[in-house]
C-alpha cells in the first residue's frame, strides 16, 4: 500500500478542467495566485531532493512501499521554485504540485473514517483529576509544575525544537 | 537507538463500571493505581531504591519534552487542536504491575508512564512517543464513548483502538534498523516489510489492552488497517529514523505550521495552557 503518491499526480479540480497538457499553453492563471502561500523557500526543496536520494532514504523507502522512490517531482519543484519569479508557467506549476501534495495529505486524514473528528476539543479534557487512586502526590505535583513552567518557557523562547542540549549533535542538513 | 523489545503499551479506554461485562476491564487492571475499584493505595516513596526510580522517570520525563523533537511537535500538535497538554496534569510516572512500558488513559486524559521497566531516556522518550499519539488521537476524535456504549457496539470501538495503534507503531516504530534487531525483518530482504512490523507491535498492543482472542485482533486490524496506515497526522510522513536529524532535518515541524500545528496555533487555541484552566475555547481562526 502506498497511501499518497499515487495522488501526487492527480489533476486538482480547482486549477482547471483541461488535461494537463492543455494547461501549459493556456493563459495564465490568476486563480492561483492566492495560493502562492503554498509554496516553501526554495532550500526545503532542495533538502528534500538531497534526502530522497540519499541511501538511507532509499532504504526506508523501500522498506515502507516496496519499490524505489521517485524523486522526479521534488526536482521539478526545486527547478521550479527557483524560476517562479521569472516564469509564470513554473510559478503555477509549483502551486499545483504544491496543491496536489497539500489534497494528498487531507485527503489521508479525511479518509480516515474509523473515528469521528470532533469539532471541539473534549470538554473533559483538562478538569481536575478525581480524588482517589491516580491523584498525584504533593511532592509530584510541585515537581511537575515547575516542570510546566519549564516547558512552557523553552516553547516560547527556543520554538519547537528546543534548547540544544550538550549531547546535540550538528545535523546533516543544510537550511540553516 | 535500541527499541523497548518485550514490553508493549496498553490501557486504553475506561475501566469497568457495574454494568459492564465484568472480564473487559479495557487494560486498567495493568495501572492499580487507575483502577476504581481496587482498593490499591499507592505507598508514597522518598527515600531507597524506588524514590530514586521515580524521581528519575519523572526527570526523564521533562528531559524528553525538552529535547526530542518528535515529543515536542507532539505536544505542539496536541495543544493546537485545543486540548492543554500539561506535564502536571496529562502526565504521571507511576508502578504497573506487568511488564508494560506506558498507557494512555481516556478516562482522565493522562499519559500513565510506567517506571517499572524502563526508567532511562530512550525508553521514556519512546514511550512518550507512543503514547502522545494516542493523546493526538484522543484529541482530534471520539476515542471512548463511555462503558456502556462501548458494551453495546465492540466491534467500533475495537476499530477505533487498533487504529490508533496502527498509527503509533507506523509512525513510532518500525524504522528499519529496530525491524531488524527486533527480527520484523531480515537482514536484507526488507522489502514492503514495514507493514509486516506494524501490523504485528498493533497487533501486540490490541491483545494487550483488551480481553480478545487473537483472531479478533487480527480481523480488526485487517478492517481498519488501509484508512489507519495512511493517516500520518501530525507528521505527515513516516519517519525514517528515532534521530529526525537523519531522516527529516525536522521538516516535519516547518510542514506542520502550514497544517496548522504550530506554536502560534497553540497559544491561540489553548492560551499558554495553564492547568486547571478551561479548555476547548473556540478560536477566530
Redesign the interface.
Known sequence: ?N??DHLATMPIAEASTKPAEEQQSQQPNPKLDRYSW?I?PCS?YK??LR?CRSR??R??H??????QPDCSQWAVDYDNCLQQNDDRPAFEALVLSEMRR?HA??R??T????????D???????????S???E??T???L???G??E???S???QY?????M?IG??M???T?L | ERQPSSASTAADESSASKSAPSSEDYGYSVFPKRDPGADYKAPARFIGFRAWRHNRCLKNVLDCSMTDPFIRYLIVAIRSRGCSFTLSRNVSCERCRFSFSGGYDPMRKQVAVCENEFWAKPGICSVLRHELIHAFDDCRAVMFKGADEEAKEPNESLDRLACTEIRAASLNHCMLGAAKMEGYTGMFNYAGQHQHCVKSKALMSVLAARQISRPEGEAAIERVFDRCYADLEPFGRIPASLKSFRSDCDRFIIDGARYGYSIQEARQRTGNAAPGSASGSPSAS
Open positions: 500500500v497511501p499518497t503554498l516553501r526545503i533538502e528534500e534526502v538511507a532514504y532504504k526506508h523501500e522498506f515502507v512501499y516496496g519499490a497539500r495529505r487531507l489521508a486524514m479518509g480516515n473514517d474509523v473515528w469521528q473528528y470532533r471541539q476539543p473534549p470538554a473533559e479534557w483538562n478538569s481536575p483529576l478525581p482517589g487512586a491516580a498525584a502526590s511532592v509530584d505535583r515537581t511537575l509544575t516542570a510546566d519549564a516547558l512552557n523553552s516553547f516560547e520554538g519547537v525544537l528546543g534548547p542540549s546535540a549533535r545535523s546533516q542538513c537550511l
